[in-house]
């Protein structure tokens, strides 16, 4: 058996500073891990992250294409990671402040989810990058 948990995950993005502002305003990743570039490969990456320890690697790669779908169930249809789910503490208040002081996206409101206690709702980045945000009510 192998222990294992999350460390982060990595975004491919159209316009690295962009991105690094808006995931810095919207989620507070300010903190710099780690930045690269490898200009022989074309690439340029950071690694931010936030007191919670939200850890996200945003990569630039000149050429790449967007396969950011519309909507969290057309994201099925590709094989890949479809979004990023992020539990917050105040579904309401998160998905009001991203769609609306953050310019995200809204994709589908704040609803009930499947399991007793959750609620959820989907948004999109400036680049159509599916985040899903998460509420559960604590015991």
């Not at 503490?89 to 609306?100: C, M, N, S």
């Amino acid at each position: 058996m192998i222990s294992a948990r999350f460390h982060h995950v990595s975004l491919s993005v159209a316009d690295l500073s962009a991105q690094e502002a808006w995931y810095g305003s919207a989620f507070e990743l300010t903190r710099v891990d780690e930045r690269l570039e490898l200009p022989e490969a074309g690439v340029r990456t950071v690694v931010l992250s936030n007191a919670s320890g939200l850890r996200v690697e945003f990569v630039q790669r000149p050429g790449s294409s967007p396969v950011a779908p519309a909507d969290p169930f057309t994201a099925t249809a590709v094989q890949t990671f479809t979004h990023l789910a992020l539990q917050v503490p105040d579904l309401d208040a998160a998905f009001a402040r991203l769609t609306g002081e953050c310019g995200a996206a809204p994709v589908s409101p704040p609803g009930p989810g499947v399991t007793a206690g959750m609620r959820y709702a989907y948004v999109a980045d400036p680049e159509g990058n599916l985040l899903e945000l998460i509420e559960t009510s604590r015991p």
